[in-house]
């Protein structure tokens, strides 16, 4: 991904990684993906179902996940939570998350589901047609958890803690990282682009202004107790159109054309010591201001995107 972004993508984009809490691996493999000079990842996250129900910081074991991640070199988050094994959902684990507590290792997170689906994660019921949807009781939950949060102040990320050097594959438990990579088979695409390499031909797209972008959806937007919400205009408390960095070809994501063959990220096996460097993440915020209901709504969508 970061070769075909250095290649054919026009601005910096971060590439992150989404892991699933496992006890065994996840600090090893958090470490050795944001090891090395070249080719670590530009943020780091975890999909976190350890607060069941009426619970605490230090009875979910969310103090140990903090313990875990407090001296971490990039910016991580939540890439999921939400557990549904107690019903309904407090969602007290999110007034956690946005504490003092929290902020100053995590920088927020995502709930796990937007949209209902089989496994009853979603806090939003989308209708047959696939655009209009109705609230669901949990939405009305979240949205107050997050109303009581006292407008936490999130880091903006990593900028005290050096990036490692790289150590020898054995210094990391449970994470082969002493295995080869094999040649991509994504060398055409990353050097030409999708759109113009292979047998399948797709179409390229383009960058939308969000000059063209709508104050207010023409869906229809129903409450938890079934009535039609009316208020459904976004209010944009910044100027967004400032703040997406353009150009750069990718400078400073890593990259590569895909032909090497390599060890992991690893750059120096058995070095010590730290990387001072740090990259330009590229990275741009969208603020919405939450007056009404479905404002709340698609702020959850965007942070979703």
Not at 47 to 73: A, H, I, P, R
Not at 93 to 105: I, K, N, P, R
Not at 162 to 167: E, F, H, Q, T, V
């Amino acid at each position: 991904m970061k070769a075909y972004i250095s290649h054919q993508i026009p601005r910096s984009i971060p590439v992150g990684y989404s892991n699933a809490d496992h006890v065994e691996f996840r600090t090893s493999l958090a470490e050795y993906l944001a090891c090395g000079e070249i080719g670590w990842v530009d943020f780091f996250a975890i999909n976190s179902y350890q607060w069941c129900g009426d619970n605490t910081f230090q009875g979910s074991g969310y103090d140990v996940l903090v313990e875990d991640y407090k001296n971490y070199s990039l910016p991580i988050f939540f890439s999921e939570y939400g557990c549904n094994l107690v019903r309904p959902r407090l969602f007290q684990e999110t007034a956690a998350l946005f504490s003092d507590q929290m902020t100053g290792v995590f920088s927020g997170g995502l709930i796990y589901e937007f949209t209902q689906e089989p496994a009853d994660y979603g806090i939003v019921e989308i209708a047959s047609n696939g655009k209009d949807c109705s609230l669901l009781g949990e939405f009305d939950t979240l949205q107050k958890v997050h109303e009581s949060v006292p407008n936490p102040t999130i880091p903006s990320g990593a900028t005290e803690n050096d990036r490692p050097m790289c150590k020898d594959p054995s210094y990391y438990f449970n994470i082969a990282g002493d295995s080869e990579l094999p040649k991509s088979f994504g060398v055409d695409y990353i050097k030409k682009g999708v759109a113009s390499a292979g047998s399948v031909k797709w179409t390229k797209g383009k960058f939308l202004s969000l000059d063209k972008v709508s104050d207010e959806t023409t869906y229809t937007i129903k409450d938890s107790n079934g009535k039609e919400i009316k208020d459904k205009k976004i209010e944009w408390v910044a100027d967004v159109k400032q703040t997406i960095k353009e150009g750069g070809n990718g400078k400073e994501t890593g990259g590569g054309d895909g032909t090497e063959t390599s060890v992991g990220p690893l750059v120096d096996s058995g070095s010590s010591g730290n990387s001072t460097s740090k990259p330009d993440s590229g990275a741009f915020s969208l603020q919405v201001a939450l007056g009404s209901t479905f404002a709340t709504a698609l702020a959850v969508i965007f942070a979703t995107l």
